[in-house]
């Protein structure tokens, strides 16, 4: 499995804007799909932005497209979450996620590692 930690979680107003990394460890991630994934109070995680390692294509769910980048730096192993204009509908916990699969998805069930998860919350 690969070791994955969050940070850059915290309060922002709306509007705003928030950069998450998630620095990965343990594995060589060019077969990797990685993940961010967001769960709110009271309800189901459910996924962000997905990221290729090795190519770098991307998918989004529709509800964040045009506001939140992903992105990866292979040198330092580590992938982003740029957050911009964000809004009070994005406050969750936000959790890092890496897959070895073969194609994008946005299923959970196909990440088998996952890092701690980081706050964000976001004020109106």
């Known amino acids: 499995q690969v070791q994955l930690v969050e940070s850059g979680g915290g309060l922002v107003q709306a509007g705003g804007s928030l950069r998450l990394s998630c620095a990965a460890s343990?594995?060589?991630?060019?077969?990797?799909?990685m993940a961010w994934f967001r769960q709110a109070p009271g309800k189901e995680r459910e996924f962000v932005a997905a990221?290729?390692?090795?190519?770098?294509?991307?998918q989004y769910a529709d509800s964040v497209k045009g506001r939140l980048t992903i992105s990866r730096d292979n040198a330092k192993n580590t992938v982003y979450l740029q957050m911009d204009s964000l809004k009070p509908e994005d406050t969750a916990v936000y959790y890092c996620?890496?897959?070895?699969?073969?194609?994008?998805?946005?299923?959970?069930?196909?990440?088998?590692?996952w890092g701690q998860g980081t706050q964000v919350t976001v004020s109106s």
């Open positions: 990221i290729r390692w090795n190519f770098g294509s991307t």
């Open positions: 343990g594995r060589t991630l060019n077969s990797y799909i």
């Open positions: 996620a890496a897959g070895r699969n073969s194609y994008m998805t946005s299923s959970r069930s196909a990440y088998d590692s």
